[in-house]
């Protein structure tokens, strides 16, 4: 499968050989896929060993400190209207705060908690336990989901409801252990997986192994950084002088690529200050663990084991994972590039930020047709309302659409 990103081919299912591949117009990376689920993850890099000699005790978050606070509950709710003995499919579980509300809100539900991991799982195991035969753990990537289904006896079209919630959880990124957040220093690990995969390589990898133009290309198709050769210059010379294995150590190179003024000049969407480092972390997350690839695969097992009337919501929080969910629901080829017209691609070079933002509207309008699958709930996506936001910033860049199978 190869995904178009910003008119970049990026095939990311090439064999893993214990180094990074390079092509002339695309990067690609893949993990060695293991039978069974391992201890540790051993390095396919001597640089870096922090990301690796850390055992399973990623827990230092406790299920019951309430870890992520779930975004657009009230919208997701409303429209998977689960009914009493259904059957749902929660393909993102994270800390359980959709799970746990439709358990709550509903009767008799009979939940499918999928995560890739596994402090997930964990936490999926003690609502199980809460909720005796009602909740099913699955351990277990997008792309795996299809034979765990059948290794379960689940059947093609047997789900009533799915939800999925892509991107990285507040779970992860407020354990600094798991080396998600910048703000919080720890190894420079980015493995959804945690521990599990023997031979994965960890963001400290990536950053040590990938060539400048590679590292560059990563920074530009998943971070969609506008700075991104100066980003991956420093980030050459830096290594060049010294092991780059921990988050803080990598923000701190970003930043001196950069004047002191320009540190935090960026805004998010609440006009807070942004670190500029904080769309080199993303791209990094995503290439590591091939996120966009993996949504790809989750989507379509969510297609082909919904119902004819099952509804699947779709969260996403950024601009990559957002047009492949609507480009998915529309059912267009997700192989090819985008369609765009001359007046966007025009514009694409003028005002590429400003483009994306006013596109998504003009795209809503513009695109009524459905899928031969799928037939659209509603005609924008949703947003989150300013109360949410307050109470919940995390979720201020969250995006809901939702589709009834045909």
Same mark, same amino acid.
């Given at each position: 499968?190869?995904?178009?990103?910003?008119?970049?081919?990026?095939?990311?299912?090439?064999?893993?050989?214990?180094?990074?591949?390079?092509?002339?117009?695309?990067?690609?990376?893949?993990?060695?896929?293991?039978?069974?689920?391992?201890?540790?993850?051993?390095?396919?890099?001597?640089?870096?060993?922090?990301?690796?000699?850390?055992?399973?005790?990623?827990?230092?978050?406790?299920?019951?400190?309430?870890?992520?606070? &779930? @975004?657009?509950?009230?919208?997701?709710? *409303?429209?998977?209207?689960?009914? !009493? #003995? %259904? =059957?749902?499919?929660?393909?993102?579980?994270?800390?359980?705060?959709?799970?746990?509300?439709?358990?709550?809100?509903?009767?008799?539900?009979?939940?499918?908690?999928?995560?890739?991991? &596994? @402090?997930?799982?964990?936490?999926?195991? *003690?609502?199980?336990?809460?909720? !005796? #035969? %009602? =909740?099913?753990?699955?351990?277990?990537?997008?792309?795996?989901?299809?034979?765990?289904?059948?290794?379960?006896?689940?059947?093609?079209?047997?789900?009533?409801?799915?939800?999925?919630?892509?991107?990285?959880?507040?779970?992860?990124?407020?354990?600094?252990?798991?080396?998600?957040?910048?703000?919080?220093?720890?190894?420079?690990?980015?493995?959804?997986?945690?521990?599990?995969?023997?031979?994965?390589?960890?963001?400290?990898?990536?950053?040590?192994?990938?060539?400048?133009?590679?590292?560059?290309?990563?920074?530009?198709?998943?971070?969609?950084?506008?700075?991104?050769?100066?980003?991956?210059?420093?980030?050459?010379?830096?290594?060049?002088?010294?092991?780059?294995?921990?988050?803080?150590?990598?923000?701190?190179?970003?930043?001196?690529?950069?004047?002191?003024?320009?540190?935090?000049?960026?805004?998010?969407?609440?006009?807070?200050?942004?670190?500029?480092?904080?769309?080199?972390?993303?791209?990094?997350?995503?290439?590591?663990?091939?996120?966009?690839?993996?949504?790809?695969?989750?989507?379509?097992?969510?297609?082909?084991?919904?119902?004819?009337?099952?509804?699947?919501?779709?969260?996403?929080?950024?601009?990559?994972?957002?047009?492949?969910?609507?480009?998915?629901?529309?059912?267009?080829?997700?192989?090819?590039?985008?369609?765009?017209?001359?007046?966007?691609?025009?514009?694409?070079?003028?005002?590429?930020?400003?483009?994306?933002?006013?596109?998504?509207?003009?795209?809503?309008?513009?695109?009524?047709?459905?899928?031969?699958?799928?037939?659209?709930?509603?005609?924008?996506?949703?947003?989150?309302?300013?109360?949410?936001?307050?109470?919940?910033?995390?979720?201020?860049?969250?995006?809901?659409?939702?589709?009834?199978?045909?």
């Amino acid at each position: 499968m190869t995904l178009f990103c910003r008119g970049l081919l990026l095939p990311m299912r090439l064999a893993y050989r214990g180094k990074w591949s390079v092509h002339k117009h695309a990067f690609s990376c893949c993990w060695r896929k293991p039978k069974q689920p391992q201890r540790f993850c051993s390095s396919s890099s001597p640089f870096t060993p922090d990301c690796h000699s850390r055992s399973t005790k990623h827990s230092s978050l406790q299920a019951d400190q309430e870890p992520h606070t &779930p @975004v657009l509950l009230k919208e997701v709710l *409303q429209y998977m209207d689960i009914k !009493p #003995g %259904q =059957v749902v499919l929660d393909m993102t579980f994270g800390a359980g705060g959709h799970s746990k509300a439709i358990l709550r809100s509903v009767p008799g539900v009979n939940l499918l908690a999928v995560d890739r991991d &596994p @402090v997930a799982f964990g936490f999926a195991h *003690q609502l199980a336990e809460e909720y !005796p #035969g %009602q =909740v099913k753990p699955v351990l277990g990537r997008f792309s795996e989901l299809k034979d765990l289904f059948i290794e379960l006896g689940l059947g093609n079209r047997s789900v009533d409801a799915a939800l999925l919630d892509a991107g990285c959880s507040s779970m992860q990124m407020d354990m600094a252990e798991r080396g998600f957040s910048l703000s919080k220093d720890g190894p420079l690990d980015m493995r959804m997986d945690g521990d599990r995969y023997p031979g994965m390589p960890c963001a400290a990898d990536a950053v040590s192994a990938l060539d400048q133009r590679a590292l560059a290309c990563v920074l530009a198709a998943y971070g969609e950084e506008q700075h991104a050769k100066k980003i991956a210059a420093a980030i050459v010379q830096a290594r060049s002088l010294y092991p780059i294995s921990r988050t803080q150590q990598l923000a701190s190179i970003v930043a001196g690529a950069f004047p002191a003024s320009a540190l935090y000049a960026r805004r998010d969407r609440l006009q807070r200050p942004s670190h500029v480092a904080t769309k080199t972390f993303q791209a990094l997350r995503i290439f590591v663990n091939d996120e966009l690839n993996e949504l790809v695969a989750g989507l379509q097992t969510a297609q082909d084991f919904l119902r004819p009337g099952g509804c699947l919501c779709i969260l996403t929080f950024h601009s990559l994972e957002d047009r492949i969910a609507k480009r998915f629901l529309r059912g267009e080829d997700l192989s090819a590039p985008p369609s765009r017209s001359v007046r966007q691609r025009a514009r694409a070079h003028l005002h590429r930020k400003l483009e994306e933002e006013q596109d998504e509207d003009a795209e809503e309008e513009e695109g009524d047709g459905d899928s031969v699958h799928w037939v659209r709930l509603q005609r924008k996506v949703v947003l989150p309302s300013k109360e949410e936001i307050e109470k919940n910033p995390r979720g201020r860049s969250a995006k809901l659409r939702a589709a009834v199978r045909r």
